[in-house]
Structures are given as C-alpha cells and as structure tokens.
C-alpha cells in the first residue's frame, strides 16, 4: 500500500483512456491510486474488495477489469486476485536504490506458480531502473525459462495435432 498515487495530466487525453467506458475509466484511476496499490505496480485484488470500496456490483467490476483486460491496461488472475497494470513503472519510476529494495520485496511476494508471474518479470526487465545487477540477471534467467516453457508446450501442442 502507498500513502499516495501519480496520475500524469497525460492520462485524461491520452486516445486509449478516452476510449473506455465510464466504468473502466474508474476502474484504471481506481488501480492506479487505491489502497490496494503498491509502489510495483502488481498486487492481490480481489473483486469483491473492489466493488466494496467502489459500492459498485461484482458483475460492474467484472465487466470493468475485463475491458481493461482487453485494452492491455492490466493483466490479471482473476482466480486469486493478483493483478499487474504493466506500465505503472513508466510513469512511476522506481526513484533510488532504497526504493529498488521495496520493489524486489513487494516482487517476492508475487507467487510463482500465478499466471501474471511472467508478466511482472518482464515488467522488471524493462523498468530496472535502481535495481542491482544480481537481481536483474536472475530476472532474465528467469524470463528464459519462461520462454523455454512456451516453446516445449507449443511443441507440444503440435505433436498431438499431427
């Protein structure tokens, strides 16, 4: 949780935002600045603590994630809750070392058998800004073997369609 959230000017005339329906706009300034927001950027979130602090219903937030589902704004599990908004980072760079130590913390809590796991890697990769060589060259020894994985289940996939 952070005390407080950036949003840029940028944000309420950029085409993608002025594409999303009202729920959605909300939904993304919500994820973008709610308590359940952390300095990474990926968090545990589930609907209902949504639709709690927004008084909206399941299906309405339902509804809303999907559609920022969609536009690539957050990849999410909605089976545990655990979502990533991928370019928190571009707009709220990790400032210092001392703020790169908070960001590896909050990303060993991350599970990593969830599905957005890969994602917030690769996150990590691009915005590695204040972040030790180590954990950046374990980061990419890790988003290899994501990519060995995808490789072998698409073979995979080809030798039962033949």
């Known amino acids: ?9 940028s944000f309420w005339t950029d085409r993608k935002f002025q594409l999303l329906s009202l729920t959605a706009k909300t939904l993304a300034l919500y994820l973008l600045s709610g308590p359940h927001t952390t300095m990474l950027g990926c968090f545990r979130l589930p609907a209902g603590y ?6 909206i219903s399941l299906e309405t937030v339902s509804q809303g994630l999907n ?7 957050i990849t999410r599990d909605e089976a545990t809750g655990w979502t990533v908004i991928p370019n928190f980072l571009r707009w709220n760079p990790i400032e210092n070392p001392n703020q790169g130590k908070s960001v590896i913390n909050l990303f060993q809590q991350v599970p990593e ?12 990769l691009k915005f590695n800004q204040h972040l030790p060589g180590d954990f950046i060259n374990r980061l990419q020894t890790l988003s290899e073997g994501f990519l060995n994985q995808e490789q072998e289940q698409e073979q995979e996939q ?4 033949e």
Do not use: S, W
């Not at 949780?1 to 000017?9: E, F, P, Q, S």
């Open 1 to 9: 949780m952070r005390a407080y959230g950036l949003i840029h000017t």
């Open 50 to 55: 949504v639709g709690e602090d927004l008084q």
């Open 113 to 124: 058998d969830n599905p957005i796991y890969p994602d917030i890697v690769a996150v990590l």
């Open 158 to 161: 080809e030798q039962e369609q």
């Open 67 to 73: 559609e920022l589902l969609a536009k690539g704004f």
